[in-house]
């Protein structure tokens, strides 16, 4: 038996947590996955996955043994690379995930000339606006934005934007524009619920006025809180990168400039105990990039 081939299968078995899904992911048949977790298993003298009605559970052992012997296989991984050199260059799959609206505007229509550098490397895109499981979809890394929650995260910050009060024109046209931060009391808040929230912090020097927004529509994705916004429902706290084109063009207009709100952070956010590959860590280094030019 392959020891690192087994290895992997389990790795895979245990992010799937099926031997079909795992199965699929190695483009293999089910049953020589199971064979080789049943090898493992007989091999260690360990019941590493507990099997029932509902799926595959890693047991005790079977979580030890996974983080190390995911460990070793990127270890493997970048060992083989690093034995290639630079000029092989990196190939294989990355799998990133990333927020709906900062991927689509910032992200994915930037990817070309990454991808023309490393030819032999294939990127899966998961756009979705909560805080995926790496692990558990198999992500290489992830960019998240504002505060990280999760300190056990193996995590980098690669880039930061101010976040700023905006409404498109018709809407203070109609409404008003408000002078303090006390005004928006009076407005209609569009509320994301993944960001900030209703909480919005401002700071003038050494004065701190915090307040509680009101609003009567929630989203849940910051592309609700765009068509929101640019349907002149009402005013929102979003950062600039959100609104990049509407804040060049005009189509939005900011206020309160005289007053500061937290910025949004992006970090890049890694499997925990994993050693981030080199094709991970090459993209990363490219999006920071992006965000400097």
């Not at 900062?102 to 032999?120: D, S, T, V």
């Not at 558990?136 to 998240?144: F, N, P, T, W, Y």
């Not at 929630?218 to 009402?234: D, I």
């Not at 992006?266 to 030019?293: C, D, H, I, N, Q």
Request: with cysteine; proline share 5%.
């Amino acid at each position: 038996m392959d020891r690192l081939s087994a290895m992997e299968t389990f790795v895979h078995v245990v992010e799937t947590g099926s031997f079909s899904a795992a199965a699929k992911r190695l483009g293999i048949g089910q049953p020589a996955v199971s064979k080789s977790i049943a090898q493992l298993e007989a091999r260690l003298a360990v019941r590493l996955l507990l099997r029932s009605t509902r799926g595959l559970t890693p047991t005790e052992a079977g979580l030890a043994f996974f983080d190390k012997a995911r460990r070793a296989i990127d270890e493997a991984n970048e060992a083989d690379e690093a034995a290639r050199g630079a000029g092989a260059g990196l190939s294989g799959n990355l799998r990133i995930s990333a927020a709906v609206t900062f991927a689509r505007m910032h992200i994915i229509p930037r990817l070309g000339p990454f991808l023309e550098q490393y030819p032999n490397v294939n990127i899966e895109v998961v756009l979705d606006d909560r805080n995926l499981n790496l692990v558990e979809d198999g992500i290489d890394v992830g960019l998240r934005m504002g505060n990280l929650n999760d300190s056990s995260l193996t995590a980098r910050k690669i880039g930061e934007s101010p976040c700023v009060i905006l409404a498109t024109p018709t809407y203070f046209e109609r409404f008003g524009e408000p002078a303090t931060p006390a005004d928006l009391l009076q407005h209609q808040a569009i509320i994301y619920t993944r960001g900030e929230g209703s909480h919005w912090s401002f700071t003038q020097g050494d004065t701190h006025h915090p307040i509680v927004a009101h609003g009567r529509l929630r989203v849940t994705a910051a592309e609700g809180v765009r068509a929101g916004v640019l349907s002149h429902m009402g005013l929102t706290l979003s950062s600039t990168w959100m609104f990049a084109p509407e804040l060049a063009s005009g189509e939005v207009k900011t206020v309160l400039t005289d007053w500061k709100l937290p910025p949004r952070a992006l970090w890049a956010v890694f499997p925990t105990g994993r050693m981030a590959s080199a094709k991970a860590r090459a993209f990363v280094e490219y999006v920071e990039g992006l965000l400097k030019s």
